[in-house]
């Protein structure tokens, strides 16, 4: 069986996650400890940034390596066209979703994070203890933005970061107005990595992912709550409904000791 080493809430795993499912692939997931993990996995793939997908004796790191190595092994249910616009259209939209989507994604949400106190703690994994969650939440979102600064992750870079998905995602919904998919009228990568890449964008509300219930449709105030995006976030959540597989989560993240509610915008 396939082997996907992974971080479950890293959205370049979740871009490999939605691949495998649309292909209809049996896989395993292998959460890797940070740090140590790392270490581990460096040793057996010579990459120590997940994912990284191991078949057999063959490990090949990288979310965009990953999808071609999935065409080419199991052609079945293709996800890059044969036709040579389309072709081109797929592979440029999936390199532009990588950065756009996925890395001022990600700066977007670690701002979420900084600024929203029952947001930062709703992510902890169920078994911390009270004492921790209450420290964490404490820290003053200034204390957090000047940290941030340092590693490209201070309030302007935040700033701007939104200001740049939302001009992406109204691109997408103009895209999206006349046609059922990005590239044309069936799936492509180009689908399936701006799909599996936006959900630190906004959660999905299905059993997708390893996080609590009430996280659930939540997601980046001023871009998951903006009713401007709302048909792009309507179209993801359909394609996941079509052919993203529910998930059988590991006890590390459940909801047990969840918040009964949080407010997040």
């Known amino acids: 069986m396939l082997e996907l080493y992974q971080f479950e809430l890293s959205q370049y795993s979740e871009k490999v996650r939605l691949i495998l499912d649309y292909k209809q692939l049996e896989y395993r997931k292998i959460e890797v400890t940070p740090g140590v993990g790392q270490i581990e996995l460096l040793q057996k793939s010579g990459s120590r940034q997940v994912p990284v997908l191991k078949d057999g004796g063959t490990y090949v790191a990288d ?6 190595y999935l065409e080419r092994k199991y052609p079945e249910r293709p996800i890059i066209p044969t036709d040579s616009l389309a072709k081109g259209q797929c592979l ?23 600024q929203n106190q029952n947001f930062r703690t709703s992510l902890l994994p169920a078994n911390t203890p009270d004492l921790v969650k209450t420290a964490i939440g404490a820290i ?18 935040v700033r701007e970061a939104k200001k740049s998905l939302m001009q ?13 998919y990005l590239t044309g009228d069936t799936p492509t990568l180009a689908d399936l990595a ?20 009430p996280l659930k449709g939540k997601g980046i105030p001023g871009l998951a709550d903006n009713i401007t995006f709302e048909p792009f976030f309507a179209w993801r959540d359909r ?4 052919f993203r597989q529910g998930s059988s989560f590991p006890p590390t ?8 509610s949080i407010n997040i915008d």
């Not at 979310?63 to 071609?68: E, L, Q, V, Y």
């Not at 990588?98 to 977007?108: E, P, Q, T």
């Not at 933005?145 to 201070?154: A, C, H």
């Not at 959660?203 to 219930?213: A, K």
Request: one cysteine or more.
């Open 63 to 68: 979310s965009t390596a990953i999808a071609f």
């Open 140 to 157: 003053p979102a200034e204390v957090l933005d000047v940290l941030g600064t340092g590693v490209g992750f201070g309030g302007d870079a």
């Open 168 to 180: 992406d995602l109204e691109a997408l919904c103009l895209i999206l107005q006349n046609q059922p």
């Open 239 to 242: 394609l996941y409904a079509d």
């Open 92 to 114: 440029l939209m999936e390199e532009w979703a990588d950065i756009s989507i996925g890395s001022l994604g990600r700066k977007a949400f670690i701002g979420a994070l900084n």
């Open 253 to 260: 993240m459940g909801s047990s000791s969840a918040p009964t």
């Open 194 to 213: 701006v799909a599996g890449l936006s959900i630190l964008l906004k959660f999905p509300s299905g059993s997708y992912l390893n996080i609590p219930d």
